[in-house]
């Protein structure tokens, strides 16, 4: 079978516009070769395409069934070949992702900021749901891609319909109010929070069954703990005296900027809490699905991001004094 891509154009013009004079007009042919290239291209399919009178031009059943096919077809090269432009010019178009809450008012912003730099032609939209949602978008293809927290993601997200990407690994750390007497305890274990008021993040955060679990077996099970969307409100009971915030912190070299995590106004007094348990920041997409250019770009930005985060960041077991 030989069918010209041509060919087919011309088809999908005369199938929308009921007309070969207006097909020849769109293309700028003559109406006869437009006559021509629909014949060919009939008998090179085998098929009657269209039913013609005097007055009018329609698809046969046929023929309709072989539009909405080829329609489909020109659109996707179509695409393919704007796309493949886009690799070798400047990135440009909307990418959509989305974050759970902890992250999108924490190290989201700073990495978004570092895309706007680098890509200003790319629009990048962010969607602030609960982490489930987050994988459930991924999932069904509504985002470009998702970032999310988990403490043990191969055993969760292993084997299932994404790839993941790691992006840092932060320790669990209790946040106290600057002249808290745990302050001064090296190494401060979870079992000395068995009795204190906690502060911590809510279950859209993705990580609390992890403090849930470091801290069974010590605490009453009516003992309850009180939970925020945000980092920062965790912070801000600290700060009022309401109890000691759990929390993933990492704080940079020089100037004490937590940008996975950052926290309210200070001063606080920092602890790893022990044994140690890590909070992983993660890119989420579709597994056996390719990110379009402009997606794949920014991607690419966060993944940078964090890296540049993780030379820039110390790992001291104690901060004191985190003030911002």
């Known amino acids: 079978m030989n069918v010209s891509l041509q060919q087919l154009k011309v088809f999908v013009a005369v199938a929308r516009s009921r007309s070969f004079t207006r097909a020849a007009r769109e293309f700028g042919l003559t109406q006869s070769a437009v006559s021509r290239c629909v014949r060919e291209l009939e008998e090179a399919v085998d098929l009657k395409l269209f039913d013609r009178t005097t007055r009018q031009v329609e698809l046969t059943s046929a023929g309709s069934g072989f539009e909405r096919r080829i329609a489909r077809l020109l659109d996707e090269i179509d695409m393919a070949l704007s796309e493949g432009r886009d690799t070798h010019q400047a990135h440009r178009g909307v990418v959509t992702m989305a974050s759970n809450p902890a992250l999108s008012s924490a190290w989201v912003p700073h990495a978004m900021a570092r895309c706007a730099a680098a890509l200003p032609a790319v629009t990048l939209h962010l969607q602030d749901w609960s982490q489930e949602a987050v994988l459930q978008a991924v999932e069904q293809g509504e985002v470009d891609f998702g970032v999310i927290a988990e403490v043990m993601p191969a055993l969760r997200l292993a ?51 992890a403090v849930v679990h470091a801290l069974a077996g010590l605490r009453a099970p009516d003992h309850a703990m009180r939970e925020f969307a945000q980092a920062a409100g965790v912070a801000r009971m600290v700060q009022l005296g309401m109890g000691i915030g759990i929390l993933p912190v990492s704080t940079g070299a020089d100037d004490g900027d937590a940008r996975h995590w950052p926290l309210a106004a200070g001063p606080h007094v920092v602890r790893v809490l022990h044994p140690v348990v890590e909070v992983s920041t993660l890119l989420v997409r579709r597994r056996h699905r390719s990110l379009r250019p402009c997606a794949l770009a920014v991607w690419s930005q966060f993944i940078e991001a964090g890296r540049i985060d993780r030379a820039a960041a110390q790992e001291p077991e104690i901060v004191d004094s985190i003030a911002q």
């Open 159 to 209: 084997g299932g319909q994404f790839d993941v990407q790691p992006i840092a690994a932060t320790p669990l750390c209790a946040l106290l109010p600057a002249q808290h007497s745990l302050g001064r305890v090296t190494p401060l274990h979870w079992s000395a929070l068995a009795d204190e008021a906690l502060v911590t993040l809510n279950r859209d955060s993705g990580f609390p069954g």
